[in-house]
């Protein structure tokens, strides 16, 4: 079968984020599809960006057909970068014909953080003889972002377009797979049809598990003496955002300097450089701050914590419920996980891996950390173990690519 992904943020291991159309890909690519992915020239989320000199440049990565289309670069989330959304629609309107004769999809997948290219996927679809199974795809959850998140209006033509966009793809689509679980009434109230709506999660990568690179020598070193210290470290590893946050993690660690507890994050991110800022002029002992490292090497990042953190700044959005990947490897970590959000039933919850607390919130996340110190090792060790279990039963890449896969006949 012959599957066409359209996703203009699309990475791969080598470029990096976004993962998943690349993780998916590669597992049809197994089961003996022939797999296509049109992306846009450049993506803020990637760390390294094709060099396009084309307006349409094909690659190979392990596999996989990748097609680029030259949109332009853009910073920030401003016009320019509006712009470069409306170039990727047209340009795949403008090489309709020329994918109807040369990747001939059988299934069109439209991988979403913006709606409206769902209109383009579509007509490749169905605008021939020959129809296409076309699945809409939901990451982000399109104008709800913009409008509960980023303030604006539902007037504003921007978001107006978008939901413009989001209507006609849960109208239209054959099927819509959806990340966020609990996101079905909503979309049935934009024009989903209830038999439509499917839920297929992120996950994890079980060759990145069973494969690690090794920590750089600054990580290892200091989670060495950590350990030989005898201290109890709870770790976060991941973007420094506001939304992840981390301010109240920093604070928390500040509040328990006098207990044999030691905090370490890894990562980096917009808000790095005022929460290290925060640490010195508050001289907190117990906090350590790393460079990110490989996704290859978290398993052994994670080996070394005792529990690991999570944290979601307080928003509506996670009504809709909560997908991201460092929940996944945090349970395939085997350890406990302090998950700080407000969201109906999660992963963690679900396989009663850890301890969900109110995002924000100080108290509760010293009461987690406690508990969590107070637990014998092998409680914490049988807490972990649920959640990888449950892992890898549900949430390995290869049984969601399947669980996708049933979904290619449907018409």
């Not at 989330?77 to 990727?88: E, I, K």
């Amino acid at each position: 079968m012959n599957i066409l992904y359209v996703e203009h943020y699309a990475g791969s291991p080598e470029m990096g984020m976004e993962f998943r159309p690349y993780y998916l890909s590669r597992e049809w690519v197994k089961m003996g599809h022939k797999v296509s992915i049109i992306a846009g020239d450049y993506s803020h989320l990637r760390k390294k960006n094709p060099d396009v000199t084309e307006d349409m440049q094909h690659t190979v990565i392990d596999g996989i057909d990748y097609y680029w289309l030259k949109t332009g670069s853009y910073e920030g989330n401003g016009v320019t970068r509006a712009m470069t959304m409306v170039r990727f629609c047209r340009k795949l309107k403008k090489w309709k014909k020329w994918i109807h004769e040369n990747i001939d999809p059988d299934v069109v997948i439209s991988s979403s953080t913006y709606p409206i290219d769902s209109i383009p996927s579509r007509k490749i679809a169905k605008g021939r003889k020959k129809k296409a199974v076309h699945i809409h795809e939901v990451h982000d959850m399109w104008p709800s972002t913009l409008i509960e998140i980023g303030g604006m209006s539902k007037l504003n033509p921007f978001v107006m377009v978008m939901q413009y966009g989001e209507n006609y793809a849960y109208k239209h689509a054959d099927a819509v797979v959806s990340l966020p679980k609990y996101s079905k009434e909503y979309m049935m109230k934009h024009g989903l049809k209830e038999d439509k709506f499917y839920h297929v999660a992120n996950g994890i990568v079980m060759s990145e598990w069973e494969n690690p690179d090794a920590l750089p020598t600054e990580h290892k070193e200091l989670l060495e003496k950590l350990k030989a210290d005898g201290k109890f470290i709870v770790g976060y590893f991941g973007g420094h955002a506001l939304s992840n946050c981390l301010m109240p993690f920093i604070q928390t660690a500040e509040q328990m300097q006098d207990e044999n507890v030691h905090f370490v994050l890894v990562g980096d991110g917009v808000e790095k450089e005022s929460l290290v800022k925060y640490a010195e002029e508050k001289k907190i002992s117990n906090v350590s701050f790393l460079p990110p490292v490989n996704k290859r090497a978290i398993p052994n990042l994670t080996e070394a914590f005792d529990c690991t953190y999570i944290g979601a700044m307080d928003s509506p959005l996670y009504r809709f419920g909560a997908c991201m990947n460092k929940m996944f490897d945090g349970m395939m970590a085997g350890i406990p996980v302090i998950f700080a959000i407000n969201a109906p039933p999660t992963p963690v919850s679900d396989a009663n891996c850890g301890i969900v607390i109110p995002p924000e919130d100080k108290e509760e996340l010293k009461k987690a950390v406690r508990a969590m110190m107070n637990m014998s090792e092998e409680e914490r060790r049988e807490m972990g173990q649920r959640g990888r279990t449950e892992i890898l039963e549900k949430y390995s890449y290869e049984k969601l690519a399947k669980q996708f896969e049933e979904l290619f006949e449907k018409k």
